[in-house]
């Protein structure tokens, strides 16, 4: 059983509040926009990290981290990207790779919208936790938790941070 924490677009900011909802998860994984390698390096002094740059990363960060990652925790296939889009909207390239052998996880970032959808079509659950940091349109800064065990996910978690 793993317990994760989601986050995306931080673009190089860490809310102090955030911390306390880290503490208690098994890893941190981050779907882009992180700012700098330094976040990352914060982070997993908190928890063990897995992560995805994102379209503001520099190069620091697209050295240590991939565009798209896959792999399976706890029994679930999971695909990460930042820019993949949402069911019946996938961005073209990460849909090729969906339509090939469909994750039971797909997770993105990039909107600062957090949303959690079910894609009836490919059996798979969709996750952008939305935006942690303090660039962008969101109005409130968010991350979600949830728990891996034997091939299932549960007790999904949207956590408010406060306001942008």
């Known amino acids: 059983m793993q317990r994760i924490a989601l986050l995306s677009d931080t673009h190089n900011y860490l809310d ?13 994984w981050h779907a882009g926009d992180i700012g700098t390698v330094g976040i990352m ?8 990290v897995v992560g995805v740059y994102g379209n503001i990363d520099g ?4 050295k240590e981290y991939g565009k798209t990652k896959r792999w399976v925790c706890e029994g ?6 930042h820019i993949g889009g949402y069911p019946n909207n996938y961005v073209p390239e990460v ?4 339509k090939q052998k469909p994750p039971q996880l797909f997770i993105t970032g990039h909107s600062h919208i957090l949303k959690v959808m079910y894609d009836k079509k490919y059996d798979l659950l969709h996750i952008n936790p939305g935006a942690a940091g303090i660039h962008g349109f969101h ?12 091939g299932k996910i549960k007790n ?5 941070l406060g306001p942008r």
Do not use: G, N, W
């Open 41 to 48: 390096e914060e982070l997993s002094r908190v928890k063990p």
């Open 95 to 98: 849909h090729e790779l969906i």
């Open 16 to 28: 102090p509040a955030l911390f306390k909802y880290l503490e208690v998860c098994d890893e941190i």
């Open 156 to 160: 999904l978690e949207v956590v408010e």
């Open 76 to 81: 679930v296939d999971v695909l990460m990207t």
């Open 59 to 62: 190069q620091d960060v697209r």
């Open 139 to 150: 109005k409130v800064k968010t991350l979600v938790r949830f728990t891996l065990d034997a």
